[in-house]
């Protein structure tokens, strides 16, 4: 597992450790204790990247197009 806190990892960082505590918890191959930690880090990179994802989400909503449907801005959204 990575030493970085998940709330400063990028969408891809947090991703690609998911992947590996996945494939972790799959082979059943650590000690309970060690799953129990697996399992919540894998919790906390599940929530990173949903977060990201909205984030991303909410940049490209804010996204305004012209007539011809080219990007000409961006309309202010709450929150961000």
């Known amino acids: 597992m990575s ?4 709330e400063e ?3 891809e960082a947090a991703m690609a ?7 972790q918890l799959e082979r059943g191959d650590v000690a ?3 799953s129990i930690a697996l ?8 929530a990173r990247c949903e977060a990201k994802l909205k984030e991303a989400e909410e ?10 449907g080219t990007p ?9």
């Open 59 to 68: 940049k490209v909503a804010a996204i305004t197009l012209d007539g011809d």
């Open 72 to 80: 000409e801005g961006l309309k202010p959204v709450s929150g961000l």
């Open 17 to 23: 450790e998911l992947e590996k505590v996945l494939g």
């Open 9 to 11: 990892m990028s969408f």
């Open 39 to 46: 399992y919540e880090r894998g919790a906390a990179l599940k």
């Open 3 to 6: 030493e970085t806190p998940v």
């Open 32 to 34: 309970l204790d060690e």
